[in-house]
């Protein structure tokens, strides 16, 4: 990935993670129009909660590596594969030790979210999870700088 730096301070604008996050934003706007006839919301709910977590998650995995410069292991890289843990595990650990505490929390109940969202499709999904995976990756995004 090439830098994208205005002096010392990152346009993120030009990251896929930060686009990643405007497309999620265009898609909770536009969700009505996405959903095919005959179909009910519950694919946009899903989609949207999946974008909102993995534009989160990958946002906050690159303010790791650029700010704290913290990178994360690939679980086979592990030397003791019992000792391995998931590359999404490793980035909430590493927000809490870097005093991310509050967006540790809301990468987490995204996580969550994105779980029941990706794996669960018998299961509502209501407009209030929706928005709650919103104000979270807003949240993450509203926290983290690259200054």
């Known amino acids: 990935m ?12 030009k990251y896929p993670q930060y686009q990643l996050y405007l497309f999620t934003m265009q898609m909770l706007m536009l969700k009505g129009q996405l959903i095919p006839k005959h179909c009910d919301e519950w ?22 590596r650029d700010v704290k410069k913290f990178k994360v292991k690939s679980p086979w890289n592990f030397k003791n594969k019992k000792e391995a843990i998931s590359e999404h595990k ?5 927000l809490y030790n870097f005093g991310e505490k509050n967006v540790k929390s809301d990468l987490t109940r995204l ?10 499709p018998f299961k509502d999904i209501s ?21």
């Open 127 to 147: 407009p209030e999870e929706v928005g709650e995976a919103i104000e979270h990756m807003e949240n993450i995004f509203n926290r983290l700088k690259f200054e």
């Open 90 to 94: 490793q980035v909430r650990n590493a």
């Open 111 to 120: 996580a969550h979210l994105r779980k029941k969202a990706d794996y669960e």
């Open 2 to 13: 090439q830098s994208s730096c205005l002096g010392d301070i990152m346009d993120i604008r």
């Open 43 to 64: 694919c946009a709910n899903a989609s949207i909660i999946n974008r909102a977590y993995y534009s989160s998650f990958l946002y906050c995995q690159l303010w790791l």
